[in-house]
C-alpha cells in the first residue's frame, strides 16, 4: 500500500477501481502516450474547469454560495476564465462540480425574466453583460466529482466528455490578466511544438513547497522545454522556481495515467504527477507568463483583484484612490 494509503477514506479504492475502467492497461497507456507523440497536433476544441472545491476559506460566504460566484468587483470570479477560453477558440466547456453548485450552471444559462426586466428599464448596460455571460447551447457541459480526491481526480471525471482529443484545464482561482490571455498564448506554442503545454511563473524559493515545480532543459521562441515536475517540493529539492500556476493544454493519453495513479501529496491523485510521468514520453513546454496573476483561491487574493480590476475602471479609480489614501496613508 503507498504511504498514506491507509489515511483515505475507505470508499477511495473503489473509486480508483472504477476509473481504472477501462483506462488500465499497459498497452492502453502505451497507446495513448504513442498518439500524444506523433507528431499530429489536433486542435483544441474543449476546456475542463474543475469548481469542485467547498471554499472553506471564504465561510460563512460559501456555504449557500459556491466560491467561483464570488465577485472580483462585479462579475463572478468564474466568468474571467469562461471569457479567457472563449476568447482562445474553445468550442467547449467541462465543468467538474459539487455539492451545491446549481447556481453556477444558473449563471450561465438565459434568464428571460430578468432580461426583460433590464430592457423595460432602458439599462442596455447591464442588459448586455447578463446576455454576454449565457453560454450557448450545447457549450456548457456538467459532470460530478463525487468526492474531494483532488485535482488529478477532478481532470479524470471529464474523461468521457473529453473523448480522445486534446484539451485545456483552467484553474478558476487562477485569475490571470495579461494580452493576449494566457491561454491562447498556450494554443499558439501547442501548435508549434504540439504535446503539452503548461503556464508557467517565477516563485521565490520560498514558495516552491506550495507549487508544482518544473524541471527545465532549455527555452526557445517562447516554449520552455520541461523534462519533469515535482508537486510541492521543499525548497531545498525544487528543481527550479518555475511554478505551473493553472493553465494546462493536455493529450487525453493523460487520463490513461491518472487512473492508473496511485494517490501523491495529501492522499489524493495529482495531476502534477501524471504529467511529471508524461514529460519524458511526448513534447511538453511551459510558457512564461507574463501578466498579473491573482490567487483568488484566498480571501486576500480575491480583495487584491477586486481592487485591480477597480483601478482599471474610469469611473471607479478616483473614488477608489482617494477612499484608500484616506484609510492608508502614506507614511
Given at each position: 500500500?503507498?504511504?498514506g494509503?491507509a489515511?483515505?477514506?475507505?470508499?477511495?479504492?473503489?473509486?480508483?477501481?472504477?476509473?481504472?475502467?477501462?483506462?488500465?492497461?499497459s498497452?492502453?497507456?502505451?497507446?495513448?502516450?504513442?498518439?500524444?507523440?506523433?507528431?499530429?497536433?489536433?486542435?483544441?476544441?474543449k476546456?475542463?474547469?474543475?469548481?469542485?472545491?467547498?471554499?472553506?476559506?471564504?465561510?460563512?460566504?460559501?456555504?449557500?454560495?459556491?466560491?467561483?460566484?464570488?465577485?472580483?468587483?462585479?462579475?463572478?470570479?468564474?466568468?474571467?476564465?469562461?471569457?479567457?477560453?472563449?476568447?482562445?477558440?474553445?468550442?467547449?466547456?467541462?465543468?467538474?462540480?459539487?455539492?451545491?453548485?446549481?447556481?453556477?450552471?444558473?449563471?450561465?444559462?438565459?434568464?428571460?425574466?430578468?432580461?426583460?426586466?433590464?430592457?423595460?428599464?432602458?439599462?442596455?448596460?447591464?442588459?448586455?453583460?447578463?446576455?454576454?455571460?449565457?453560454?450557448?447551447?450545447?457549450?456548457?457541459?456538467?459532470?460530478?466529482?463525487?468526492?474531494?480526491?483532488?485535482?488529478?481526480?477532478?481532470?479524470?471525471?471529464?474523461?468521457?466528455?473529453?473523448?480522445?482529443?486534446?484539451?485545456?484545464?483552467?484553474?478558476?482561482?487562477?485569475?490571470?490578466?495579461?494580452?493576449?490571455?494566457?491561454?491562447?498564448?498556450?494554443?499558439?506554442v501547442?501548435?508549434?511544438?504540439?504535446?503539452?503545454?503548461?503556464?508557467?511563473?517565477?516563485?521565490?524559493?520560498?514558495e516552491?513547497?506550495?507549487?508544482?515545480?518544473?524541471?527545465?532543459?532549455?527555452?526557445?521562441?517562447?516554449?520552455?522545454?520541461?523534462?519533469?515536475?515535482?508537486?510541492?517540493?521543499?525548497?531545498?529539492?525544487?528543481?527550479?522556481?518555475?511554478?505551473?500556476?493553472?493553465?494546462?493544454?493536455?493529450?487525453?493519453?493523460?487520463?490513461?495515467?491518472?487512473?492508473?495513479?496511485?494517490?501523491?501529496?495529501?492522499?489524493?491523485?495529482?495531476?502534477?504527477?501524471?504529467?511529471?510521468?508524461?514529460?519524458?514520453?511526448?513534447?511538453?513546454?511551459?510558457?512564461?507568463?507574463?501578466?498579473?496573476?491573482?490567487?483568488?483561491?484566498?480571501?486576500?487574493?480575491?480583495?487584491?483583484?477586486?481592487?485591480?480590476?477597480?483601478?482599471?475602471?474610469?469611473?471607479?479609480?478616483?473614488?477608489?484612490?482617494?477612499?484608500?489614501?484616506?484609510?492608508?496613508?502614506?507614511p
Open positions: 500500500m503507498p504511504d494509503a489515511r483515505l477514506p475507505v470508499f477511495l479504492p473503489a473509486l480508483l477501481a472504477e476509473a481504472r475502467s477501462p483506462w488500465h492497461t498497452a492502453e497507456i502505451a497507446a495513448a502516450e504513442r498518439d500524444g507523440a506523433s507528431g499530429m497536433v489536433k486542435p483544441v476544441r476546456a475542463v474547469l474543475p469548481v469542485a472545491g467547498m471554499g472553506t476559506r471564504f465561510l460563512p460566504a460559501t456555504k449557500a454560495v459556491p466560491k467561483e460566484l464570488l465577485p472580483v468587483l462585479d462579475r463572478p470570479l468564474i466568468q474571467y476564465a469562461v471569457d479567457e477560453a472563449r476568447a482562445a477558440g474553445i468550442e467547449q466547456l467541462i465543468f467538474v462540480t459539487g455539492r451545491g453548485q446549481a447556481a453556477l450552471e444558473g449563471h450561465f444559462a438565459p434568464d428571460e425574466t430578468l432580461a426583460a426586466h433590464l430592457a423595460a428599464r432602458g439599462d442596455e448596460a447591464a442588459l448586455a453583460d447578463v446576455e454576454n455571460a449565457v453560454l450557448p447551447p450545447g457549450m456548457a457541459a456538467y459532470t460530478r466529482q463525487a468526492h474531494p480526491l483532488g485535482l488529478g481526480h477532478a481532470v479524470l471525471c471529464a474523461r468521457d466528455l473529453v473523448g480522445d482529443e486534446p484539451f485545456a484545464v483552467l484553474l478558476p482561482d487562477e485569475l490571470l490578466l495579461s494580452d493576449p490571455p494566457c491561454l491562447a498564448a498556450l494554443l499558439e501547442q501548435g508549434r511544438t504540439g504535446g503539452s503545454v503548461v503556464a508557467l511563473a517565477e516563485v521565490a524559493q520560498a516552491t513547497s506550495r507549487y508544482g515545480i518544473a524541471a527545465v532543459a532549455g527555452e526557445e521562441e517562447g516554449a520552455v522545454a520541461l523534462t519533469g515536475m515535482v508537486e510541492k517540493p521543499a525548497p531545498a529539492d525544487a528543481p527550479s522556481r518555475l511554478a505551473i500556476i493553472g493553465r494546462y493544454v493536455l493529450q487525453p493519453g493523460i487520463f490513461a495515467r491518472l487512473a492508473a495513479q496511485a494517490p501523491g501529496a495529501g492522499g489524493e491523485i495529482q495531476l502534477t504527477d501524471a504529467m511529471a510521468a508524461l514529460a519524458g514520453q511526448e513534447p511538453f513546454h511551459g510558457v512564461r507568463f507574463a501578466g498579473r496573476r491573482f490567487d483568488c483561491g484566498t480571501p486576500g487574493g480575491l480583495l487584491q483583484a477586486s481592487v485591480a480590476c477597480a483601478l482599471e475602471r474610469p469611473a471607479l479609480r478616483q473614488e477608489l484612490l482617494a477612499f484608500l489614501r484616506r484609510v492608508a496613508p502614506s
